[in-house]
């Protein structure tokens, strides 16, 4: 877990500012993801024997994003397109989920205005 918040910090998500000979201040920006699993059982059929099996893992992925462009009083944002990774159900729910939130949000908010 150490490792892991010592990977995790602001700096992985907005890293440091890079300045170029011009003047421009470019600033990283990335997505963090990570996920934890751990599970065990005892799988003994005799009672004087202990037949505990366990395990845990964690993963984190980093990807970049875009970079924030900074010159003078101008801020741009510069996407960069990241390598387009097989799209899994998983990946499909957790991009979704934003877009229920606010549906939700608005259904429940016209039951208020109705009222």
Same mark, same amino acid.
């Given at each position: 877990?150490? =490792? ?26 990335? =997505? ?6 751990? +599970?065990?059982? $005892?799988?003994?059929? /005799?009672?004087?024997?202990? +037949? ?46 934003? $877009?229920?939130?606010? /549906?939700?949000? $608005?259904?429940?908010?016209?039951? /208020?205005?109705?009222?």
């Amino acid at each position: 877990m150490q =490792k892991i918040r010592e990977m995790i910090d602001a700096n992985t998500i907005v890293g440091e500012p890079i300045t170029t000979p011009d003047g421009m201040m470019l600033i990283p920006v990335s =997505k963090v993801t990570f996920g934890f699993v751990g +599970g065990g059982t $005892d799988f003994t059929k /005799k009672p004087e024997k202990s +037949g505990f099996g366990g395990g845990t893992g964690a993963g984190v992925n980093v990807i970049p994003v875009a970079f924030l462009a900074v010159k003078g009083d101008v801020v741009d944002m510069i996407y960069i397109s990241p390598p387009t990774p097989p799209s899994t159900t998983v990946d499909r729910i957790i991009d979704a989920v934003p $877009d229920v939130i606010d /549906k939700i949000g $608005d259904f429940m908010n016209k039951d /208020k205005d109705i009222e």
